[in-house]
């Protein structure tokens, strides 16, 4: 005995239509869902500041200028840091290590510190990469000792 409407349709087949818009409404929601977080809801946890602390802006970081002078050759004629001349390569390592108070192997203010090349333009390559080389790092007893990672090269202004 199956049950019919007065109007003699069976009831089962008014279901697959429904079923049908259900799934399209799923469809529909699970596409314009966002998962991402709002903007702005980072979640930051900010120390409370202190009613009259300056100390809360952090320093500025070392910058030391070093200017490589090529002769006509392309050959090293002079090394400057800063104002000051600098005799050789050795040297200038030397000064940096005490600009970024390197005390034997344990850099303090290497991670702040930068370092801009300015190099003339003939000079050789091997005199601006042994410049790299001698304020990046060096090497104590086996192991290397990082003193620079920042350092960029500016051209050297023509007056």
Do not use: W
Request: charged share 30%.
């Amino acid at each position: 005995m199956r049950y019919e409407d007065r109007d003699g349709n069976d009831p089962d087949a008014k279901m697959t239509p429904m079923i049908d818009v259900v799934f399209l409404l799923l469809i529909f929601f699970l596409l314009t869902f966002q998962i991402i977080a709002p903007e702005g809801d980072l979640r930051i946890h900010m120390p409370q500041a202190a009613a009259e602390t300056i100390d809360a802006i952090p320093p500025a970081p070392l910058l030391i200028r070093i200017t490589l002078q090529a002769d006509r050759q392309g050959e090293l004629a002079a090394i400057h840091m800063g104002e000051r001349k600098v005799a050789d390569f050795d040297q200038l390592r030397r000064e940096v290590r005490r600009l970024v108070n390197d005390d034997h192997g344990h850099a303090s203010t290497a991670a702040g510190a930068e370092v801009e090349l300015q190099c003339d333009r003939n000079l050789r390559f091997e005199h601006t990469m042994h410049a790299v080389t001698s304020v990046s790092g060096y090497v104590d007893r086996h192991r290397i000792v990082p003193l620079v990672e920042k350092i960029r090269f500016t051209p050297k202004s023509e007056i």
